[in-house]
C-alpha cells in the first residue's frame, strides 16, 4: 500500500537519460539515488534531496567505461577552480602532477578532450538529480516537508542550468537569441532527450527564471534542518545572481537584500580561521557538510582542499601546486585590510599538514585553511554567503541610480574588514567597478571570477608589469573573446540528434 505521500515510481533510466555522451555517464551513483522501494520503508522527504546535495561533492561522477578515476572530479567545486584559473587572477605556481595547469594554460579546449566533457557532464548529472525528485513527488501533495523538497529541486536544477549557460555562451545582455545549452526537464520523453538542440539564451533564463519562481514559492516559510539544503534565501539568491546576468539592476539589489537578511558577515576571527566549518561560519547560505566518510574526503587527496589550500595535506603542497593570488590584485589591497592576511605577504614559513614548516612563496593563499591534522580534507565547501548578496546589492543600487544607498551598504561591508575604508566611486561606472575590486577580493577562489569577467564584457590580462603569472600561461584576451565559451563536447554530438558540428562553439586561438 502506498503511503501517503503519494510517492510515484521514478522513471525508467532510459526515460530520462538526456543523451550527454550515453547513460552511463549521465547517470547518478548508485549511491546517490533514492528507489521506490527505499520511499517506501522511509518516506521522508529530505532522503529525496539528499542525494541531489550528495551529487555537490560526488567523487569519480564521470565514471569512465575504463575505471580511471579523475583526481580533478570531485563535484561543484572541481569546476568552480576551473573558472578561477581561466581567469587572471589565480595563479598556479608550478605544472606538477599536472592536475589543474591545462585550465590555467587554456590547453584543454579541444572538444576531444575529457576535460570538455567533464562540466557538461558534471551539470547535466546534477539537473538529472532534481529531475528525479520532482519525478518523486507528485505536485498535487500538502505534505509540507514533500512540497519543500520538489522546492528544492525547482531551485537546483535553475541553478545547473544558469551555470551551464554561462559556460557555454556569453553574458546575456547582448546575446539573447544566442545558442545556449539544451534544456532538460523532468517530463520531457526520450525522444525529445535524444534530439535536444541549443536553447536561445533568453529562452534557458525563461526556464531557469520560471524554475525559481516555483522554487520560491514551495521553499517560503519552510525552515530547513542545515546550510546544506536549498532554503527560501538561497533561491532568493539564485535569483539575484540571475537578475545581475540579465542586467536588470533593481530587481538584483532587493533580491539580495531579502536573500541576505538574517545572516550575518563573517568576522575577523572568521576571516583568520580559514573556509573549514559551515558549524563556525553563520555568513555561509549555502554548503556542504564534507565529513571524513564524504567519498571526496576517502581518498585524502581527491578534494577541493587538497588542489587549492597551501596548509592542508594535497596536491598543492606535494607538488607546489599553489594557487596564488595575482600580482596586480595583491597590490590593490591596502594594507589595512584583513583580508590581505588571506596570501602570503613574501615568502613565508608556515604549517603544512604532513610536512611541518614549510616555506610558501609569495602570494600564496592561507585563505582555505584546514580542519584536520590527519590529512583527510574533510573541511566544509560553501557555495553561497551574505558577503556575495551584499555585493550584488551595492552593485544593483549603483546601476539603478541609488548611487548613496549603494555606497552605503559597500562602505559598512568592507569596514568589516577594513576599517579606514571609504569608498570614492563618483559615478555609477566608478562604483560598479569598485564592487567588482571588492568581488574579486572577497569572492577569490570561490568560483565567480570567470562569469564576473564575462557579464561585465572584461578582457583577460596576464601581461602587465610585475606579472607573476608563469610564462608558459601568459595571455591575453580581449572581452568576449572565443576563449570565455567552452566547446560542447564531442560524445554529445556524437550522441544528441540535435546538435551538429556547425552547432558548436569555435576553438579559440591559443
Request: hydrophobic share 35%.
Amino acid at each position: 500500500m502506498k503511503k501517503k505521500y503519494y510517492i510515484i515510481a521514478l522513471l525508467a533510466t532510459t526515460a530520462l537519460s538526456f543523451s550527454s555522451c550515453s547513460e552511463d555517464f549521465f547517470d547518478a551513483n548508485p549511491g546517490d539515488r533514492v528507489t521506490e522501494g527505499q520511499l517506501e520503508e522511509n518516506p521522508n522527504p529530505n532522503a529525496l534531496v539528499n542525494g541531489m546535495n550528495a551529487f555537490m561533492i560526488q567523487f569519480n561522477s564521470l565514471e569512465r567505461e575504463n575505471g580511471e578515476e579523475r583526481h580533478n572530479d570531485f563535484g561543484y567545486m572541481a569546476t568552480a577552480l576551473s573558472m578561477e584559473l581561466w581567469g587572471d587572477d589565480m595563479v598556479q605556481y608550478t605544472s606538477n602532477y599536472g592536475w589543474y595547469y591545462d585550465d590555467y594554460q587554456y590547453s584543454n579546449r579541444g572538444y576531444e578532450f575529457l576535460e570538455a566533457a567533464r562540466h557538461w557532464n558534471y551539470f547535466y548529472k546534477l539537473i538529472r538529480t532534481a529531475n528525479d525528485v520532482l519525478t518523486g513527488i507528485v505536485s498535487d501533495t500538502e505534505d509540507p516537508e514533500m512540497l519543500a523538497a520538489r522546492g528544492q529541486a525547482y531551485a537546483m536544477r535553475a541553478f545547473a542550468h544558469h551555470v551551464l549557460v554561462q559556460l557555454y555562451q556569453h553574458t546575456y545582455k547582448g546575446h539573447e537569441d544566442a545558442p545556449g545549452i539544451p534544456i532538460v526537464t523532468e517530463d520531457m520523453t526520450s525522444e525529445q532527450l535524444n534530439n535536444n538542440p541549443r536553447k536561445k539564451v533568453s529562452e534557458v533564463y525563461a526556464q531557469i527564471e520560471n524554475d525559481l519562481k516555483q522554487a520560491c514559492e514551495l521553499l517560503k516559510g519552510w525552515e530547513r534542518p542545515s546550510s546544506v539544503y536549498i532554503n527560501y534565501a538561497v533561491a532568493k539568491g539564485f535569483e539575484a545572481r540571475v537578475h545581475l546576468c540579465k542586467e536588470e539592476w533593481k530587481e538584483a539589489a532587493e533580491a539580495a537584500e531579502e536573500a541576505v537578511a538574517g545572516f550575518p558577515v563573517m568576522d575577523k576571527a572568521g576571516l583568520k580561521e580559514g573556509f573549514v566549518s559551515m558549524d563556525n561560519n553563520p555568513s555561509w547560505m549555502w554548503s556542504s557538510d564534507v565529513t571524513s566518510q564524504s567519498s571526496i574526503a576517502i581518498g585524502g587527496i581527491t578534494n577541493f582542499t587538497s588542489h587549492v589550500s597551501s596548509t592542508a595535506y594535497g596536491y598543492a603542497t606535494a607538488g607546489e601546486m599553489y594557487k596564488n593570488i595575482s600580482s596586480e590584485l595583491f597590490n590593490k589591497i591596502p594594507d589595512t585590510d584583513a583580508r590581505k592576511d588571506w596570501w602570503c605577504k613574501s615568502d613565508s614559513l608556515v604549517f603544512v599538514v604532513g610536512a611541518g614548516m614549510v616555506k610558501l612563496p609569495k602570494y600564496a593563499n592561507l585563505k582555505f585553511g584546514y580542519y584536520d591534522t590527519e590529512g583527510n580534507n574533510f573541511n566544509d565547501l560553501c557555495y553561497m554567503r551574505a558577503e556575495e548578496m551584499l555585493l550584488i546589492a551595492a552593485e544593483g543600487y549603483a546601476m539603478s541610480g541609488n548611487l548613496p544607498q549603494a555606497k552605503s551598504i559597500l562602505e559598512d561591508f568592507v569596514q568589516t574588514r577594513q576599517p579606514d575604508y571609504k569608498c570614492t566611486a563618483n559615478s555609477v561606472a566608478e562604483m560598479q567597478n569598485e564592487v567588482w575590486v571588492q568581488r574579486r577580493i572577497e569572492l577569490w577562489g570561490e568560483g565567480f571570477a570567470w562569469f564576473d569577467l564575462k557579464r561585465l564584457k572584461k578582457p583577460i590580462i596576464r601581461k602587465y608589469e610585475g606579472t607573476n603569472h608563469n610564462d608558459d600561461a601568459m595571455f591575453d584576451f580581449p572581452a568576449e573573446d572565443p576563449i570565455f565559451n567552452l566547446r560542447i563536447p564531442r560524445t554529445e554530438i556524437q550522441n544528441n540528434g540535435g546538435i551538429s558540428e556547425t552547432d558548436n562553439n569555435p576553438m579559440p586561438n591559443v
